[in-house]
C-alpha cells in the first residue's frame, strides 16, 4: 500500500488508489475539503515535497488554471494514492477559523475524471 507523509514526519498507509483528501481526513489531519472534492473550492490544496503524481485531472487544471495556482499546489480531492508521497496540507480549520471542514468527498473522483499529464 502507498504510504503518505506529511512535512512533519507523521505517515500513515492509504488503501492502493484512496483519494489523497480521505486519507488525511480519515487521519484526522486537519485539511479543508468545502466543495466536498468537487475541484470547485480549492481549499483541499496541498503542496507535494516528494511523489507529485504525472497525471492531473482536467478539472483540477481547469480549477488551478483559474485561480493562478497551476504549478504551485495540488488538489487533493483530484490525487489519488497510487505511490508513496510526500505533502504539505495547506488550507486547515485552525489557519482558516472556520469549524467545518465541509462535506466528506465521496471514495470516487468527483467530476467523473479525465486525465490529463500535469504541467
Ligand atoms: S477542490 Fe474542493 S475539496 Fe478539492
Not at 5 to 16: M, N, V
Not at 97 to 117: F, H, I, S
Amino acid at each position: 500500500m502507498p504510504i503518505v507523509r506529511l512535512k512533519d514526519g507523521r505517515q500513515f498507509e492509504a488503501p492502493q488508489g484512496a483519494r489523497l483528501t480521505l486519507v488525511l481526513r480519515d487521519h484526522n489531519i486537519d485539511i479543508l475539503h468545502r466543495c466536498g472534492g468537487y475541484a470547485r473550492c480549492t481549499t483541499c490544496r496541498v503542496s507535494f515535497l516528494e511523489g507529485e503524481p504525472h497525471k492531473m485531472t482536467q478539472a483540477e487544471y481547469d480549477k488551478l488554471s483559474e485561480r493562478g495556482l497551476l504549478g504551485s499546489v495540488r488538489l487533493s480531492c483530484q490525487i489519488l494514492c497510487e505511490a508513496d508521497m510526500t505533502v504539505e496540507p495547506l488550507m486547515s480549520l485552525v489557519s482558516q477559523g472556520l469549524d467545518d471542514p465541509g462535506e466528506r468527498p465521496t471514495d470516487n473522483l468527483t467530476p467523473e475524471p479525465v486525465w490529463r499529464d500535469r504541467p
